[in-house]
């Protein structure tokens, strides 16, 4: 018989996620595109939390985090160079 693990998120992690997603809101209107990206800050909450919860430290999701941001902003980055080469061809 094959027994898969299953880790249950605590409460305390949904709440923190919630939370995380809300406060990404001070950047935007409430909005239909607003409402996407706190879902998505939503998901992001529940995955490092769940990290968080597993490890029981931080000090493996405030890296991944960093990364997270890092690469968001090179994309960014990237797409506003490629409009401006763009503009100007």
Same mark, same amino acid.
């Given at each position: 018989?094959?027994?898969?693990? +299953?880790?249950?998120?605590?409460?305390? +992690?949904?709440?923190?996620?919630? /939370?995380?997603?809300?406060?990404?809101?001070?950047?935007?209107?409430? %909005?239909?595109?607003?409402?996407?990206?706190?879902?998505?800050?939503?998901?992001?909450?529940?995955?490092?939390?769940?990290?968080?919860? +597993?490890?029981?430290?931080?000090? /493996?999701?405030?890296?991944?985090?960093?990364?997270? %941001?890092?690469?968001?902003?090179?994309? +960014? @980055?990237?797409?506003?160079?490629?409009?401006? %080469?763009?503009? @100007?061809?």
């Amino acid at each position: 018989m094959h027994h898969t693990p +299953v880790i249950e998120l605590s409460f305390a +992690v949904v709440i923190t996620a919630a /939370l995380f997603a809300v406060s990404h809101l001070q950047y935007y209107k409430l %909005n239909s595109q607003s409402i996407r990206f706190m879902i998505f800050a939503f998901a992001g909450g529940l995955f490092f939390g769940l990290i968080a919860q +597993v490890t029981e430290s931080i000090a /493996l999701t405030v890296p991944l985090h960093i990364a997270f %941001n890092g690469s968001a902003a090179f994309y +960014v @980055y990237l797409i506003a160079k490629k409009q401006s %080469n763009s503009m @100007y061809s």
